[in-house]
Nanobody, 109 residues
């Protein structure tokens, strides 16, 4: 079993920034990712990153969000800049079939 614990969500105005963190309870050798789910919508991939640091981004966030990981700390991060109201969602950390509890991100004036 792997536990994933997210932190860093909150409420910001459009154009603002937030940094999410996800700490894993064990060493993760595979890719880790961030997903999000807005009310009434399906959960979607935001970004993922391999252990070696190769990152992949969904089109809506490319150029605004940056995913990174610290393997020594078993932690993955999501730096979110230039946030938009449509980024409002619950953000989930993922590895394989393990999910974190989610952290709310709200972008509103």
């Amino acid at each position: 079993q792997v536990q994933l614990v997210e932190s860093g969500g909150g409420e910001v105005q459009p154009g603002g920034s937030l940094r999410l963190s996800c700490a894993a309870s064990a060493t993760i050798y595979g890719a880790m990712g961030w997903y999000r789910q807005a009310p009434g919508k399906q959960r979607e991939l935001v970004a993922d990153i391999t252990r070696r640091g190769s990152a992949n981004y969904a089109d809506p966030v490319r150029g605004r969000f940056t995913i990174s990981r610290d393997n020594a700390k078993n932690t993955v991060y999501l730096q979110m800049n230039s946030l938009k109201p449509e980024d409002t969602a619950v953000y989930y950390c993922n590895f394989d079939n393990f999910w974190g509890q989610g952290t709310q991100v709200t972008v509103s004036p």
